[in-house]
């Protein structure tokens, strides 16, 4: 039986190709590009897994609450936390911290590369987190100071394809040598912390140990086997009273510490000092709706088309139960012919993800192999989404076929083409619908993406380029010699130093503000160190008091941003308030000599906060105003003075606007993927309304072909068709309005500086898909009324 059916289908099949191959090309596209979804929706939910101890790591969070603020919620402790808790809880196995090194530079003769992602780290890691070794002992690695285990392609890089690796050294900027002990993979990809490599921990200095102060380390624990995470982090509560409240409870800031499972870091951290760009669970379901809708606008052009072509088969189905076929064979027959066009569309599908696969993982900035496709829960999921396209698809054309009474088919009722028109038409309201949403969805994110690049951010961003003397030697003469000179450079328009620049982290540190209520203790980012030209190379300006002339500014000046001003209600008398470091008696203080304009510190995710400017002649991050008209030039003379006053370090740079842009990086990919596929949902659609619309016309040709006989001129003819299509647009609006509305509202609010909802974006994709609706029944009417009528009505 099943024969049978399969050999009919395929006959069918080759009978009307045209019919035959649309309906597979609208599947292919809306399966391969499903599957895209779903490897991105898998790679995203994978995160961390890949360690054989993942359901029991967690990492230690600190949420850290001033008076009048709200809870600062951190993704870093104390050094001493880690053996803290070893000491203090039997739930822990093990304890391990990691801090990261920044920008490092490392030499291996004369070969020299500032490398990031370089961690220092307790000598257990390995004990905790997985890691596959090529060369080395997991034990021992990190034991001995200086020690250095490096990934594999950084061990490549520095030392080529040597074989073996350890025993091997390495020097940083400041003459430490490091000693290769250990080989290991490079870190997933999907890790919420990836390395380079990692220095042992016991190479820090002593002053580390007993340090409950200060803040940097990111501090993990191995819990035993059946402990809850809940109720251990219920436990933490005490941690604070007893190592901390003596030195912040003074100040009246509040802390307390959670623990978060590793493995829902990525998709469900809200912490800042995160070392790796965050998932959001938020474009999980985002995605996930997108692959359905995509798949199921596919399947309603196929049932769209099968019903619209019930006529076609009407008698085929007719005879066949004269001939005694029952109608369970009948939906067989019709089921069996779209699960064969569903798996005929995933085998296409296999093809263009292998032809597709490298630009949607450039994208996207993912690293899925072809393999993936192949693993045993992506087989479960290829057959889910055959079944699913083949039952969904094809379930209603096979049920609404198969109940033709044959009686009135032989005679000939349903010759010309009775099909279920409301259904084919609120099939068609939901396929616009769904597009006009993800079109406005388009819209509105590459607005806010577009204004997140381009808002003004209180400072000149462009052509600055960035260059850090990073080294524990005083490079402080070379520094400014360094200075002097590219200042009188003819590509460079000013020069400075600074301790950092907007869109790198700075401390965040407690001071007692002076107030008209007197001194209070508050939080306030801050540059421990800037020259006299930092705001003028930036473009920052000075609205109130001076900026920093020199030397004499060295001990007490300080200049703050007008939020901080407001903040403390300063008003126009910023000028000479007074600020000291929390807990200092001897009576120093710091004056307030200027206030500048507001900028962007942060990115655009965050609000403007208070800011505070110390000077310091000279730093190691050097900026450089370039003229625009020759960059490359500008930047090879720089070079040469580079390697004249810093002959040890290499000469890396970056450009001040990339650098901050860089911190929407991965909103912009998720962006490009939205839009990509919400062009590819209009194109799906625009196939299924291509077929329906062709047959739409083929069934009226002999009506049209009549009119035209009698005297009607195209213009006439047109609106016959057209205005169907165009009313169906219109319901789609009143559908698609209120739900995008809805969801991009909401999604709008995460962003404190965003562009709002206008009506562009609604009356854009409105137009659009009315634009694409028009084009496509323009033009297949305008054939229709074209065409020879004595050929139309050469039967009747």
């Known amino acids: 039986m099943f024969k049978n059916l399969l050999r009919v289908a395929l006959r069918n099949f080759v009978k009307d190709k045209w019919y035959s191959l649309l309906n597979i090309l609208g599947l292919t596209i809306g399966i391969t590009f499903s599957l895209f979804l779903i490897f991105y929706i898998k790679d995203e939910l994978s995160y961390d897994k890949y360690n054989e101890k993942a359901d029991r790591i967690c990492r230690i969070n600190a949420y850290v609450k001033e008076p009048e603020k709200d809870t600062m919620k951190w993704a870093?402790?104390?050094f001493p936390m880690a053996q803290a808790l070893s000491k203090d809880y039997p739930e822990v196995e093990e304890a391990v911290r990691l801090w990261n090194n920044g920008k490092t530079m490392l030499k291996n003769g004369s070969q020299r590369f500032y490398d990031e992602k370089i961690y220092y780290a307790?000598?257990?890691?390995?004990?905790v987190f997985t890691h596959k070794f090529i060369e080395g002992n997991a034990q021992t690695a990190l034991v001995s100071p200086n020690s250095l285990v490096l990934t594999q392609s950084l061990a490549i890089k520095y030392f080529g394809n040597s074989g073996s690796y350890v025993g091997k050294t390495l020097e940083n900027a400041s003459g430490d040598i490091y000693k290769v002990t250990a080989v290991i993979k490079d870190v997933p990809k999907n890790s919420h912390l990836i390395f380079n490599a990692l220095i042992s921990r016991s190479s820090l200095p002593a002053n580390f140990a007993n340090n409950w102060g200060g803040f940097g380390f990111y501090?993990?624990?191995?819990?035993?086997?059946?402990?809850?995470?809940a109720a251990f982090e219920k436990k933490l509560a005490p941690v604070y009273d007893k190592y901390l409240a003596?030195?912040?409870?003074?100040?009246?800031?509040?802390?307390?510490?959670?623990?978060?499972p590793i493995t829902s870091i990525h998709l469900h951290s809200d912490m800042v000092n995160e070392p790796e760009d965050l998932g959001s669970m938020s474009y999980i379901y985002i995605f996930s709706a997108v692959a359905f809708f995509m798949l199921l606008i596919a399947c309603i052009n196929y049932m769209n088309l099968t019903t619209a072509r019930s006529a076609r088969r009407a008698k085929e189905i007719g005879i066949r139960k004269v001939t005694g076929s029952s109608k369970r064979q009948l939906v067989m027959q019709f089921l069996v012919e779209s699960i064969l066009t569903a798996l005929f569309a995933l085998l296409l599908s296999i093809g263009f993800i292998a032809l597709f696969l490298p630009t949607f993982n450039t994208i996207a900035g993912k690293f899925i192999s072809f393999t993936t496709l192949f693993q045993p829960d992506m087989q479960f999921i290829l057959l889910g989404v055959i079944v699913f396209v083949g039952i969904a698809g094809g379930s209603y054309p096979a049920f609404y076929l198969s109940k033709f009474n044959p009686v009135y088919v032989l005679k000939g009722s349903l010759s010309k083409g009775s099909s279920n028109v409301a259904l084919r038409r609120a099939l068609v309201v939901v396929q616009f619908s769904i597009s006009m949403i993800m079109l406005i969805c388009t819209w509105v994110v590459y607005g806010q993406m577009s204004y997140l690049r381009n808002k003004d951010l209180g400072f000149n961003k462009d052509q600055v380029l960035t260059v850090a003397a990073n080294s524990n030697k005083d490079l402080s003469s070379n520094i400014r010699s360094f200075k002097d000179e590219v200042r009188n450079n003819p590509h460079v328009v000013a020069v400075s130093t600074a301790q950092g620049v907007p869109g790198s982290g700075i401390p965040f540190n407690l001071f007692s503000v002076e107030t008209k209520n007197g001194y209070v203790d508050k939080g306030v980012d801050v540059y421990f160190g800037a020259d006299e030209d930092f705001f003028k190379t930036l473009g920052i300006k000075i609205v109130k008091g001076r900026n920093f002339s020199g030397l004499s500014d060295t001990l007490r000046s300080v200049i703050v941003n007008e939020n901080m001003a407001k903040e403390y209600g300063w008003g126009d008398n910023a000028i000479g308030k007074k600020i000291k470091f929390a807990g200092d008696t001897s009576g120093f203080y710091l004056e307030v000599i200027g206030v500048v304009k507001d900028f962007n510190q942060k990115s655009l995710y965050n609000p403007i906060t208070p800011l505070m400017f110390?000077?310091?002649?000279t730093n190691n991050v050097i900026q450089i105003k370039l003229d625009a008209k020759n960059i490359d030039a500008g930047i090879a003379s720089i070079e040469k003075s580079w390697n004249k006053y810093f002959p040890d370090l290499a000469f890396e740079y970056t450009f001040l606007d990339q650098d901050f842009n860089s911190q929407y990086a991965a909103d912009q990919k998720r962006g490009k993927i939205f839009t990509a596929f919400s062009i590819l949902t209009i194109l799906i659609t625009c196939l299924g309304l291509l077929g329906l619309i062709a047959f739409t016309t083929q069934q009226r040709q002999k009506e049209i072909s009549i009119r035209k006989v009698m005297g009607a001129n195209i213009s006439q003819i047109i609106p016959l068709i057209t205005?169907?299509?165009v009313a169906l647009v219109g319901l789609s609006c009143l559908i698609a309005f209120p739900v995008a509305w809805y969801f991009m509202n909401n999604w709008l609010k995460i962003f404190p500086y965003n562009t709002g909802l206008s009506i562009m974006p609604f009356l854009l994709s409105a137009a659009t898909v009315l634009l694409i609706t028009m084009l496509t029944v323009t033009f297949h009417t305008m054939r229709a009324a074209l065409a020879n009528p004595v050929k139309a009505?050469?039967?009747?």
């Open 219 to 229: 501090t993990y624990v191995l819990l035993k086997p059946n402990v809850n995470v």
């Open 122 to 127: 307790d000598s257990n890691i390995f004990r």
């Open 76 to 78: 870093i402790t104390p």
């Open 246 to 260: 003596s030195i912040f409870s003074q100040f009246n800031i509040k802390m307390r510490f959670g623990a978060q």
């Open 614 to 617: 110390l000077y310091r002649p």
């Open 723 to 725: 205005r169907n299509f």
């Open 793 to 796: 009505l050469k039967t009747e």
